[in-house]
């Protein structure tokens, strides 16, 4: 059906005058109307607190925690007291963070992931099954999701495993203090030893790659880190005052793993093990695996449910002293992604990021139905999708003869250029769902960041005819009459495999559309649909022509965060340029113009001069079509009325997706409305690997 809907879309494209704008054109800078679209109810972003409102660490006279741990844990000797388990100083939710107030324990929050976990070494990579699943379980040196609702002038990450720190006089190293005190969800002290586990043998070591994708370069080049005490750790940096790598210390780049758990499998220390079996030590189903995070998995049932229960010894509190979270359990229901919205609107789930477009409409119809069980916000920032195409011509991912001749084609300009224009955006976007919500998007930086620049930009309009004169010129020509193009210097047809997901409808439709557009201009692509775990792994390694990808990067929404990934900046960070077995990046002259601008804007401290350096990248990455945008949309967040504590305005995805953003640990239930959605009430995790005694 799908692929019917798009002959006829694909047909109507053909029969359309071509664009009026026939060459890339400047953009005119006119309004967004992504902006203005009439989709914002519920935007009103605070953008007025300090850093300061949200989070703090102090002593309170007094702690507690649910009536029931401390009756049937700590009063029977199966758990020490709570002021035992807290740090001296634990972090405190400022008033600020909590438009409800303090809240109450117990309940259940119900939410759904279309992703699967494969298992819980994110160090080594592992995914557990995103949709938030690690979010809830993960914490990271600083946080930045709630910084949506920080000033800007006063924007920085918020403390969080690293509760404070100090730049030298000269700005060459900053050193961080950790929390003191406070203990993994198995009891287990956390110190520096588990951030330098993380570093030493999980970012540094050139065969594991960590989930988030950390690596040596991700904190500058040439950066070290060493322990100076078991709460001190110690940055020094090439260059003064990289003030955005605290961005990169939150969620996913630096959040370690707890290190009495995974030092013993890791090959450095245990001869035995090979790499492959320090990735998958810890599949899914061992479950009750130590965390920092507020919830710990304590039941895995494959293509059903996992199920959290609140981690005894988590480090966060309230104004009022009491332990955090406030939810006694989080589920996972492991469905479909397009079901997570389908849940919410039901009732039975309380939390979704809308962020497929076919589901818009919908979701409108019924939040306006008296008595819906959810509210629905609208937020200015959403997704955006992409093909990248593999640039390294030097044997990454190690393509075979066809492979590896695409890639030299995907390295010429105006073959990039040709597939550019030849993608009519406006189809894609009608395609995924008809009105104002879905736009164009060309590529490179997005227009909701604070670092786009309109006039920098590029543009790249629908214009078929003016492709294949791209094409012809560039000796890229159907040298056997069959109607299609062939590699150049008479070689067979050009095939080019586009790897995407088949998880959403979107992936679907856009990978589709691709296919058609790229065959009008006499291009054959060939969809490799695969899913979740195993697209990532084909991305990290390489092995593709083309990938369709949602949101390239973090940066594309804040630039400040991770503008590491906006260029190949080392020869194992990017996304679709990487060193091949030599260890050599083979850069084009614009690549190296763009990591240039990347590490100008990286260096100065100077907002002017950051301005004009975003600009430069911009206007170098979309003339030379350095990614093929193809649409962008804002999305939704639903949440079921019985939710307190969410912040007003909150974007689906800025600094980080809603599920950080929202700070899960301090929503909760109203008592009055309570009851009946935890499955293993009373119970708390149990302990990890335990052997028989
Ligand atoms: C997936 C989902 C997002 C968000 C993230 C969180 O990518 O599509 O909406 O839930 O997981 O990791």
Redesign the pocket.
């Known amino acids: 059906m799908e692929l019917r809907r798009w002959s006829r879309m694909a047909g109507v494209a053909a029969l359309l005058p071509l664009a009026a704008c026939s060459a890339p054109a400047p953009s005119t800078g006119v309004a967004d109307p992504m902006a203005t679209a009439a989709l914002a109810p519920g935007g009103g972003v605070q953008h007025r607190l300090l850093p300061a409102d949200l989070v703090g660490f102090r002593a309170l006279p007094a702690y507690a925690e649910p009536a029931w741990v401390t009756r049937d844990f700590v009063a029977r000797g199966r758990l020490p007291p709570l002021a035992e388990r807290l740090p001296r100083q634990p972090l405190v939710f400022g008033t600020a963070a909590m438009p409800d107030g303090i809240g109450h324990y117990g309940d259940a929050l119900r939410q759904v ?3 699967r976990p494969e298992g819980w070494n994110t160090s080594a990579g592992q995914s557990q099954g ?6 809830g379980t993960m914490e990271c040196l600083t946080r930045t999701g709630p910084l949506f609702m920080v000033r800007s002038d006063a924007l920085q990450p918020l403390p969080n495993l690293a509760r404070g720190w100090t730049w030298s006089a000269g700005g060459h190293q900053l050193t961080m203090d950790l929390i003191e005190g406070a203990r993994w969800s198995d009891g287990y002290p956390f110190t520096s030893d588990d951030v330098m586990f993380f570093w030493t043998d999980n970012v540094l070591d050139p065969q594991v790659s960590p989930l988030g994708g950390a690596g040596p370069d991700s904190f500058g080049a040439g950066t070290r880190l060493e322990a100076l005490g078991p709460y001190t750790i110690r940055w020094t940096f090439r260059q003064p005052f990289p003030e955005d790598v605290l961005y990169q210390m939150a969620y996913g780049k630096f959040c370690p793993g707890p290190a009495h758990v995974l030092r013993p499998r890791h090959p450095r220390h245990n001869p035995r093990n090979s790499y492959a079996d320090y990735r998958n030590a810890f599949p899914a189903a061992r479950v009750n695996f130590p965390v920092m995070g507020a919830w710990v998995v304590t039941e895995y049932r494959p293509d059903d449910i996992l199920i959290f229960r609140r981690n005894a010894y988590y480090w966060k509190v309230d104004a009022a002293g009491q332990q955090l979270p406030y939810f006694d359990e989080l589920q996972y229901r492991l469905l479909g ?1 397009n079901d997570r919205d389908i849940q919410v609107i039901a009732g039975t789930a309380d939390l979704a ?1 809308v ?1 497929v477009p076919g589901n818009y409409v919908e979701v409108l119809r019924q939040a306006a139905k008296p008595g819906a069980p959810f509210r629905i916000a609208f937020g200015p920032r959403g997704a955006a999708y992409a093909v990248l195409m593999n640039l390294s011509g030097n044997g990454w991912g190690e393509p075979d003869a066809r492979g590896q001749r695409v890639r030299l084609l995907n390295r010429t300009l105006a073959f990039r250029q040709a597939v550019s224009l030849a993608m009519d955006r406006q189809a894609l976007a009608t395609t995924l769902v008809k009105g104002p919500f879905v736009l164009p998007y060309a590529g490179g930086i997005l227009p909701d960041t604070p670092f786009y620049n309109a006039a920098a930009t590029i543009q790249w309009g629908h214009d078929a005819a003016r492709a294949r004169t791209l094409l012809d010129g560039a000796g890229i020509v159907d040298s056997d009459g069959d109607g299609l193009r062939n590699f150049p210097g008479g070689g067979p047809d050009i095939e080019i495999v586009l790897t995407a997901s088949p998880d959403t409808a979107t992936d679907r439709s856009l990978a589709e559309g691709v296919q058609i557009f790229a065959r009008e201009i006499g291009l054959r692509v060939i969809l490799r649909f695969v899913g979740g775990t195993q697209r990532d792994a084909a991305g990290s390694s390489g092995q593709f022509d083309w990938l369709l990808t949602r949101n390239n990067s973090t940066e594309l929404i804040t630039v400040v965060q991770g503008a590491d990934a906006l260029a190949p900046m080392g020869p194992y960070t990017h996304a679709f340029h990487r060193a091949g077995p030599g260890g050599r990046l083979d850069l084009l002259p614009y690549e190296r113009d763009m990591v240039a601008a990347v590490q100008a804007f990286q260096d100065s401290r100077v907002p002017d001069a950051r301005r004009a350096a975003m600009a430069r990248y911009q206007a170098i990455g979309t003339a030379n079509a350095n990614t093929i945008g193809l649409v962008r949309f804002p999305g939704a967040l639903i949440v079921n009325r019985r939710i307190a504590n969410v912040p007003a305005g909150l974007p ?2 800025m600094f980080n ?3 950080d953003a929202i700070m899960r640990e301090r929503l909760f239930v109203p008592r009055s409305r309570q009851g009946g959605a935890e499955l293993r009430p009373g119970t708390l995790p149990g302990c990890f690997d335990c052997r028989p005694s």
């Open positions: 992931t279309g992703g995103w949709g938030g699943v690690d979010i992604w990021n962020e689906i995805f997706w809603a599920e």
